[in-house]
């Protein structure tokens, strides 16, 4: 062996190797099977110019030729072939097996009756004359005119079929696969093109053997990065292994052929040893020398290869372990998307969490949250039963409702893991491409899935400690409500008789002849506090009545524009009253009375934190809002203020009774609306964002008796 085959066995070392690997990956799935064919033709092509150059015979160079001269025809075919099932690596819309078939076997029929008149002759590499290498002779025989023709449909035909999945590709990764080997696979043949039409009309053998040497090098390189950067295929560990074992065996060759070669010659004409025994022996030596390196290679080609997963262990490691600690929902998914969008740059991580009484998924984004994923449809029941991450491309857009789809394909979704927790399904989270365009490798996602899986377990824990904390605070609300209703029936007589005693006396005092300021300041003072008197009243009454619910059909259109004129009465020229209705015009089954009532006190209750906030900054311009939305099973009437606002320390206060953050006011006026959405089998919610201040009613769909 010299040293003119070392690049074709270094090269045939790396394509038949990534052969192998591509193969191993997945033997059942087409792309793998005609890929490996694929990088084994090249492989082939290696070998068979190692057997040219390492021939002193004429024949057996020929020979080797030959081979070469059947791989250099056989390649656009089976390009071609690739071009139709890449990238998902199904059956080619185009081709069935038989075509396949025919497509690989017009190029060997013609080869078999053109035998041996192949356009492949031998030119010597060395002035000795006994070194030999290939080259292609351009003749206009008929066989190798169909030939060459069919080779050039065929990488025609592939680049067209590449370049129309390249324009309908939606899928970032699809593209970037598609364009990646269109472009390679492209640079390849023309480069050899190139190579030949240069020999044929300027070039020397040896000018032509180092050019044709480095597309050799080429070649291995382009599928090894095809592998590696734009991960066509997940080799996963098998990957750095085999890159050890063939990192070795390149060293192993290398140092045979720059010194152990030449000492062996050396030696054998010395003592008269025989070569190919010492050779041997050698080689056996060298491989048991540097078999101890191989872990060490393989370590130093993990760091290299997968740096970041490095990182990422130790990052989720210390992430693990704040998230030890309980956080409410808000601060536990914040945290998760912040971490998530520092650590792999993504543009953005949508959240997706279970609501158990709409038995949907509801987003977790503040300025999106009208957004319901039914818990029986298809997304959620294919993250399910496949249990992890899975890509968006992978998924069939064709079962995904059109709302839903529209709204992934404009956040860029790229992969989407679920939230589970004893085979219940929580929530999931969406993530976006990156920032950088780069794919998730498949470490990644594996410890996506890790942390994915410890971040249920870690909320689901979470919802059993806001449960508790529900049911103790549900349990505390009914004592005092109980307590308010004993206290309520007590004293509304003794207050009533106090306030009639006021209004006769300030009828009598109107009547008599007075001072006309005493008389005037006595009586607004009586008026004052017989409203303040009656107000009090009023809202213990409401919140201690134990009315039932009376749904009935309702004019939504005639029940917001009374709604409308009721608000726009009571705002100031500064304030922006707007209604969002999703509802559009339908009729629906509610107690309008009551809801009414609702959405007027917390409509009010805007108004107030507007005007507050306005007493500070006259200039302020406030801006109240009501959105309604629905789902299968629930409405939902979002109240929206930029007023002053409510302190986190006091969002679970603000539903107490005689709780109040203003100058002015009973207290009673959010305990009261808490107290009507109960009546309606529903809840009342508050979410403090920057500069706005929401409460969301939930209430359950009523059928018409």
Do not use: C
Request: charged content about 20%.
């Amino acid at each position: 062996m010299n040293i003119y085959s070392l690049p074709a066995v270094i090269a045939f070392t790396i394509n038949f190797s990534i052969s192998l690997m591509v193969l191993l990956d997945n033997p059942g799935r087409s792309l793998n099977k005609w890929f490996s064919a694929f990088i084994f033709i090249f492989s082939a092509w290696n070998l068979s110019e190692i057997i040219i150059l390492n021939s002193t015979q004429s024949e057996n160079a020929l020979l080797g030729a030959q081979i070469l001269y059947r791989i250099i025809f056989l390649a656009p075919a089976i390009f071609f072939i690739i071009a139709d099932i890449f990238p998902k690596g199904k059956k080619g819309k185009t081709f069935n097996m038989w075509h396949q078939i025919l497509i690989i076997g017009l190029p060997i029929i013609v080869m078999a009756f053109s035998f041996p008149n192949f356009a492949i002759f031998l030119a010597p590499l060395s002035k000795s004359g006994n070194i030999y290498y290939y080259r292609i002779k351009i003749t206009s025989d008929p066989s190798f005119i169909i030939l060459l023709s069919l080779a050039t449909v065929y990488i025609l035909g592939g680049t067209i079929l590449l370049i129309k999945k390249l324009g309908k590709a939606k899928i970032i990764r699809e593209r970037d696969q598609i364009r990646f080997l269109l472009y390679g696979i492209i640079i390849i043949f023309i480069g050899y093109i190139l190579i030949n039409i240069f020999h044929e009309h300027h070039g020397r053998i040896v000018s032509f053997y180092f050019l044709s040497t480095l597309l050799t090098l080429f070649i291995g390189l382009f599928f090894f990065a095809a592998i590696m950067q734009f991960k066509i295929f997940r080799l996963s560990r098998l990957v750095s292994g085999s890159l050890a074992y063939t990192f070795l065996s390149s060293i192993v060759l290398a140092v045979y052929f720059l010194i152990i070669r030449g000492l062996s010659n050396s030696l054998s004409h010395l003592f008269h040893i025989n070569s190919f025994l010492f050779n041997a022996g050698v080689i056996l030596i060298l491989v048991i020398l540097i078999r101890p390196f191989e872990s060490r290679i393989q370590h130093f080609i993990d760091r290299l290869l997968y740096r970041n997963i490095y990182h990422y262990r130790r990052n989720m490691l210390n992430f693990s372990q704040k998230l030890i600690k309980y956080h409410s929902m808000d601060s536990f998914f914040q945290a998760i998307i912040d971490f998530l969008k520092s650590n792999f740059y993504l543009k953005k991580v949508i959240v997706f969490f279970k609501e158990e009484e709409s038995d949907s998924f509801k987003i977790w984004q503040p300025e999106k949250n009208n957004l319901f994923i039914s818990a029986d449809s298809y997304l959620p029941h294919y993250l399910s039963s496949k249990k992890s991450g899975s890509e968006f491309y992978e998924i069939n857009h064709q079962k995904i409702q059109s709302d839903y789809l529209r709204f992934f394909i404009e956040n860029q979704a790229v992969i989407f893991f679920p939230l589970l927790f004893e085979s219940k399904m929580l929530g999931f989270i969406m993530l976006s491409e990156k920032v950088n365009k780069k794919t998730f490798t498949q470490e990644e996602i594996e410890i996506l899935n890790i942390f994915f899986n410890e971040s249920a377990n870690t909320y689901s824990r979470n919802l059993m400690i806001d449960k508790v904390k529900e049911e103790e605070h549900e349990r505390s609300r009914v004592e005092k409500m109980a307590a308010i209703g004993q206290m309520t029936a007590g004293i509304a007589h003794e207050i009533r008789n106090p306030l009639n005693t006021i209004s006769t006396s300030a009828e009598t005092l109107i009547n008599k002849k007075l001072e006309e300021d005493t008389k005037h300041e006595l009586l607004t003072y009586i008026v004052e506090e017989s409203t303040r008197l009656n107000n009090l009243l009023t809202d213990f009454l409401k919140l201690s009545r134990n009315k039932s619910a009376h749904p009935q059909k309702t004019d939504i259109i005639r029940f917001f524009e009374k709604l409308t004129y009721d608000v726009d009465t009571k705002l100031s020229d500064n304030i922006t009253f707007r209604i969002n209705n999703n509802l559009l015009h339908d009729n629906i089954i509610i107690d309008q009375d009551l809801v009414y009532q609702l959405l007027l006190n917390l409509l009010k209750n805007g108004i107030d934190a507007i005007s507050e906030k306005q007493a500070l900054n006259p200039d302020f311009k406030g801006l109240l809002s009501l959105t309604i939305s629905q789902t299968k099973s629930i409405y939902q009437f979002s109240v929206e203020d930029n007023g002053m606002g409510i302190a986190k320390e006091e969002t679970e206060k603000v539903f107490d009774p005689f709780f109040t953050t203003k100058s002015v006011g009973t207290g009673l006026g959010l305990s009261v609306s808490a107290n009507i959405a109960e009546i309606l089998n529903g809840n009342i919610q508050l979410q403090t964002l920057k500069n706005v201040t929401r409460f969301i009613v939930t209430i359950p769909k009523n059928k018409k008796k």
